[in-house]
Each structure stands twice: as C-alpha cells, then as structure tokens.
C-alpha cells in the first residue's frame, strides 16, 4: 500500500496514476464495456485477393501448362521396362567392362519369340511398305564385286599354315603371302571383322587366282554403297548409286537402281574384285576355332582406293535434290590419298544443303539433306584421327561396329579402354567410348569452326540444331545388341530412335537366319557409369515383351536393343551396310507419319 492512500481509501483502477482520483461509478462503466467488447462474436469479413496473390497464382498455373507441354514433347523415357533402371551409388569397379566375357548363353523359345515380337511392335516392321516410294535415297561412293569363299579352303589351296601360336601380328597394309596369313590369324582367333588393302600385285594374283578355283566360290554385290543401294530398293525407295560397276556387277544389282555412271581413263566398263574369306565357329585354323562366325576381306582396289567417283557422284547428287545421303568407302584410301581426298570430301560436303531449323530437318531436300556416314575396317591411327576432326563431325550420323569404335576411341585418346576390350564389349564399355566421340567431335568441330553453338535444351525441350551441321547420331551395331546414342533435344526424335534401333537388330537377325534356331547372348540386366552422379551407375533391365530400353545421361539419349544371334548364321558380309542403311530409314523416311 503506498504511503498516500490510506486504508479507506478507493483503489486505483484503469489508466489512473497514483495522484489522480476516479470515481467507483466511472470505474465499473469502463469495467462492463471492456467485458462485452471482449465477450462479443468475431465477424469474418471476406475480402478479395491481393493482386500480389492473385498474380502468384497466374504465374503458377502458367508453370504447370508449360511444364505439362514440356513432358509432352520430352516424355519421360524410362516407361514401360524402364521403370526398372535404377541408379546405384556403388562405385563401377572393373567387372562392368567385362559383363559380356562371361556370357549365360539363354535359347529359351518362348523368351526369343517375346523379344521378337516386342521389337516389332516397337519399329512397325514391315507396316510401311509404301512410305518409301516417293523419296529419292543417294549412295556413295564404293562399289565392287564381292568374290566370298570358304576361308580355311582357301588358305589350305595356299599352302599356308597358321601362326596363331606365335602370336601373330596385324598389318596395316599387306605386302607378302606372309603378311596376309600372319593378319589373317590375328583376326581369326578374336572372331573380329577386318579389311586390308594388299599393295603388292603379284601376291594379290597369287591369292585370287586361288580363290578363282575354290569349289565354294560365290559372286555378289559389293561395297558398301552398293550393299545399301540393293538393300533401299528392296523397301521400295528411289535409290541412285554412284561407284565403278562392271558387267557382272550390273547384272548382280537390282534393276531398280538407277546407276550413275562413272567413265575410266580408257573407258572402260570392269569390276574391281574384292575377296571375302568367311568362316564359322566350327572353322579350324591350325588347332584354334573362332568365338564367332565372321569374315575376313581383301582387295586391291586402284579405283575406290583413290575414290575416283566421288565428284562425278556429287555433280548428279546436285541435280537429284535427294532427301538423304548415305556415304562409304573412306577406309579404301591409300596412304598417299588419304588426306588430298579428305579435303576434298569435305569440300564437297559443305556444298550439300543444310537449315537449322528442325521443321525442315526432313522434309525439304532443297534446304535440307541428312547425311549418314558407315565406317569400316581401319587400321591407321593417324587417318582415322583425320576423320576424327576432319569428317565425322560434319555429318549427321554414323554407323560403325566394335572394332570400328574401339580402334577410334584408342586412336583418339581414350585411356579407359584397351582395344582388347572392345572384342566382347560390354554395354558400359561402348556407352563410354561413343560418348567419347561425340564429345571430340564437338570439340574438333568448335576448334575448326566458330559458326558453332551448345544450345541443347532450346525453349522448353523444343528441339533445336546447330547453325552448322554436327554428328548428333551414332549407331552402333555388335553381335548381340545394337546403341543408338543421340544429342538430346536434337533433331532427332526419340520415338523414332527407339524404333530405328528395333529394326535394325531385326534386320540383323533376318539376314543372317531368317530367325531360326537363335538365342540370347545379352544379360537381361546389365550396368552402365551414371554421369549424372559420378562414380555410380545406372541399372539397365531389359523387358522381353518391350526390349528397347532407353535413358538420358550427361545431355545424350540411349537407346539399347538386345540382338536375336543365329547360332548358324547363313551370311555375314554386309550385314553392318543393311543393318545402318534399315537404321536410317526408320530413323528419317518413317518420321513423316510417326512424329
């Protein structure tokens, strides 16, 4: 109590301070007011929304739209089987590299006829018959007469014996008998592809003349450019093919080729004639057999080895206006040709019509023409290095198999890999090495060019392409399984890339056995690096009922699609042309409907 207010006195009640004096009655007023104010019913007034919350709602509806579109135009790829591929953060350790060494052969009849049918009904096999008549398909620039003998026959009709035991060595250009049994059974004993030039005349005689009399002796189309051209016509495509050919070689094409035409020095009309020794796992060469049933060619070629129709060839191409071209014969080159004709080459490329924008990729040949280029067997590294930055950045597409790509990733300075890991590759090895060389080709085409751009992602996913023409596409093609890598956000559409893969590992099992009596040699689940997340990898499952399975890594697509293999092949020369060329054409000519 203070010491003023006494013990009768009132209490000091609301705002009073301890001097002033308020009366009871004033006090109990003030006191009720307080009481009801305090007792009475909030009353919800609705307002409307503040425009800074009316606008964030706009704007998020506005994303949502957007980001809906966007997934209409980029799905998500991993459906379907897909939905299986998970990352793992595991580190890779090396028994990826290696996951087909040791294979777990599977023929169960029912799992092949799964696979297919769902690589069937990925591609449309054989539904569009007539979507080819009306597009005009060029091809250049190697043509032959393929000789195709027994190759133990043939190296028994020569006397030869096998070196295989002391390690035979692989010679760039053969010069001697010895040089070409000691190249023969390097490849031989890996069951690898290979194509060598002889230089000296006088032994390619001595083997020719061998083969002329071999009792398994069998003309047909060859070169690459001339295997595809048949292969075009056969679906129904305009095709113009330019190379030397010959009386025999004219009346082994389709007469649905339209030839153009290349005139010799003299004039004359011949063949050039190259040698292909095929064998099959059950061959024997001294005391060895072969992994896998493969060939072995030949060839002293003075015409493809200069590619002397190679501007005649561009001069008509000019007036055809094709809608694609497709382009073979770079490994013929001879060393002293090699980098005078690859200049030219690419002078002649750059004349070929290319538009950035993504609507004309297609469909208007007088803007724009979508070139593909199929390698084959080199074994210079300091001209496939040329190619490296002097050609294949400069197309659209290339096709190549597993020799092919391990020798160019070796020669370009992959370290991971030996080539003797790209004799049985696994899934992982060749995922690194094709990304390898779409990211040198990238860098040799800005080395050599200013006029080129990175933009990958565009507007919202809309695809977008370079203001200059640049490898986007790499098919791959392996004995059992095939890898279409793309840009992603490229020109190339990724339902289409699917579909390409498909029939391509259909047209791969159909040439060789027509599907009879095949199995599978690919695991069902295999691991790849994940970029995305270094030092992980990506589980990749393979659905038989859907067996192209497909993801995105480090701004590229994949697209994998196991192989049927024939466990006795009927043929193996050319199967890679026909394969790339099938690859191609569901890529490009089908897109008009399948977009």
């Not at 799964?114 to 250049?140: F, H, Q, R």
């Not at 069998?218 to 030397?244: E, H, K, P, S």
């Not at 290095?385 to 950045?393: F, G």
């Not at 300075?413 to 990304?435: Q, Y």
Request: glycine content about 6%; some cysteine; proline content about 5%.
């Amino acid at each position: 109590m203070s010491k003023r207010q006494t013990k009768n006195s009132p209490p000091l009640v609301g705002n009073s301070s301890p001097t002033s004096q308020s009366s009871p009655e004033i006090s109990k007023k003030k006191l009720k007011k307080i009481e009801q104010k305090a007792n009475r019913p909030k009353i919800l007034v609705e307002r409307p929304l503040s425009n800074l919350k009316f606008g964030g709602l706009v704007i998020f509806f506005i994303f949502l739209v957007i980001f809906y579109i966007y997934l209409r135009i980029n799905p998500l790829y991993d459906s379907g089987n897909n939905n299986n591929n998970n990352n793992s953060g595991n580190n890779l350790n090396n028994s990826n590299n290696n996951t087909n060494k040791n294979i777990n052969i599977i023929d169960d009849i029912n799992l092949m006829k799964n696979i297919e049918n769902g690589l069937k009904d990925i591609s449309k096999y054989k539904e569009w018959n007539e979507e080819c008549k009306n597009k005009t398909i060029a091809v250049g620039y190697n043509t032959n007469l393929d000789l195709v003998v027994d190759a133990i026959e043939l190296m028994d009709k020569l006397k030869l014996k096998s070196s295989i035991h002391n390690r035979p060595m692989s010679k760039e250009v053969i010069k001697s008998l010895d040089d070409f049994e000691q190249t023969f059974s390097h490849y031989f004993k890996s069951g690898s592809a290979a194509e060598r030039m002889i230089e000296n005349e006088e032994t390619f005689s001595a083997i020719l003349a061998a083969a002329l009399q071999s009792e398994s002796k069998q003309f047909y189309t060859g070169g690459n450019a001339g295997i595809m051209a048949n292969r075009l016509v056969a679906d129904g495509c305009n095709v113009y093919l330019g190379g030397i050919i010959g009386k025999k070689l004219k009346e082994l094409l389709s007469p649905s080729v339209s030839i153009i035409g290349y005139q010799s020095e003299n004039g004359e009309e011949f063949d050039e004639i190259h040698l292909i020794m095929e064998y099959n796992k059950q061959s024997k060469w001294g005391s060895i057999s072969p992994p896998r049933s493969n060939r072995f060619i030949i060839s002293r070629d003075n015409t493809n080895s200069h590619l002397m129709t190679m501007e005649s060839f561009h001069q008509e191409i000019e007036k055809k206006q094709p809608d694609l071209l497709l382009l073979s014969g770079l490994h013929l080159l001879t060393e002293e040709a090699q980098e005078r004709r690859v200049n030219d080459m690419l002078n002649l490329l750059k004349q070929i019509p290319y538009n950035n924008d993504p609507s004309n990729f297609l469909n208007h040949p007088t803007l724009n023409v979508p070139i593909h280029l199929e390698l084959a067997s080199i074994a210079s590294p300091s001209y496939i290095n040329l190619l490296a930055k002097k050609i294949i950045p400069f197309v659209d597409s290339v096709g190549l198999n597993e020799q092919e790509l391990g020798f160019i990733y070796v020669s370009t300075g992959g370290k991971k890999f030996s080539l003797d890991d790209f004799k049985e590759p696994s899934v992982n090895v060749v995922v690194n090495a094709l990304l390898h060389i779409m990211e040198i080709s990238f860098n040799y085409a800005t080395a050599a060019n200013t006029n080129v751009d990175d933009n990958i992602l565009g507007d919202f996913g809309i695809p977008t392409m370079s203001k200059q023409r640049l490898l986007t596409r790499i098919h791959f093609h392996y004995l059992s399984f095939h890898l279409i890598i793309t840009k992603s956000y490229s020109q190339w559409s990724p339902k289409l890339t699917s579909a390409s893969v498909a029939a391509s590992s259909i047209e791969a099992t159909f040439q060789a056995c027509r599907f009879n009596s095949v199995e599978l040699l690919l695991p069902l689940s295999v691991q790849v690096d994940y970029r995305y997340t270094p030092g992980a990898t990506k589980s990749i499952i393979i659905n038989p009922s859907s067996p192209v399975t497909t993801w995105q890594d480090s701004g590229y697509e994949f697209h994998l699609a196991p192989v049927l293999v024939c466990k006795s092949p009927l043929k193996t020369v050319g199967l890679g042309d026909s394969i790339s060329t099938m690859g191609f054409l569901y890529q490009t000519i089908k897109s008009k409907n399948e977009n």
